[in-house]
């Protein structure tokens, strides 16, 4: 397996599929005046890409690496609250979004023998997500009892932040690889129309099979 460490002759592709655990899942909405609170549910998250090594020894590397990613939610929210006067108020929002990203940044790592590797990478991110979570207006009444609220309309937004990775990945065979990573990424993303906000950083936990070229 000698020559595979060499800097600058390496380069590893990679598909890792997982979960972005929300730092804030917490969510609010206004209803007639009422705040009412829900909860979004972790997102299923699949990134795929390259890292490139450009120099560095056998043993310590350094490179790049660049990839796409995308996710989705299909689901719905429940908010509720207590009124003045001590009604229950229960909104239940359905969300369709879907999230297009790409992601360039450093890359480091230690090369175990071309048996496994220990990387570090980071940088910005860029993302396009269209959400469907439009409001009808006034809310159908009576608010003590579930109102179901289904978007019409579609939003789209850009969005941009930055990421940084951990991961350790072991050789399968000559070629094959097999690891985990940890991904924590910030990102702003703003929907205008969405009648609550739609967070976006957290850490997502990824298994990694990649295949070393």
Excluded: C
């Amino acid at each position: 397996m000698a020559g595979h460490g060499l800097a600058g002759e390496t380069q590893y592709m990679f598909l890792q599929a997982g979960k972005l655990q929300l730092s804030d899942a917490d969510s609010t909405v206004i209803a007639n005046g009422a705040t009412l609170e829900g909860d979004y549910d972790d997102l299923p998250f699949f990134t795929g890409g390259v890292q490139k090594i450009l120099g560095g020894s056998d043993r310590f590397r350094y490179g790049y690496e660049g990839g796409a990613l995308i996710s989705w939610q299909n689901d719905s929210v429940s908010y509720s609250g207590v009124v003045d006067g001590g009604a229950t108020v229960n909104i239940k929002v359905e969300n369709e979004m879907f999230l297009f990203g790409t992601m360039l940044g450093g890359y480091g790592d230690i090369n175990i023998r071309d048996r496994a590797r220990l990387f570090l990478s980071g940088g910005p991110m860029l993302l396009l997500a269209s959400l469907k979570q439009d409001q009808e207006e006034p809310y159908p009444q009576p608010l003590s009892s579930t109102v179901v609220v289904r978007g019409d309309d579609r939003d789209f937004s850009f969005g941009y932040g930055a990421y940084a990775s951990l991961g350790l990945i072991f050789s399968v065979g000559s070629t094959s690889e097999f690891g985990v990573v940890v991904r924590e990424q910030a990102v702003e993303m703003d929907f205008n129309d969405a009648i609550a906000e739609f967070p976006y950083d957290g850490t997502q936990y990824m298994i990694s099979f990649g295949y070393r070229m």
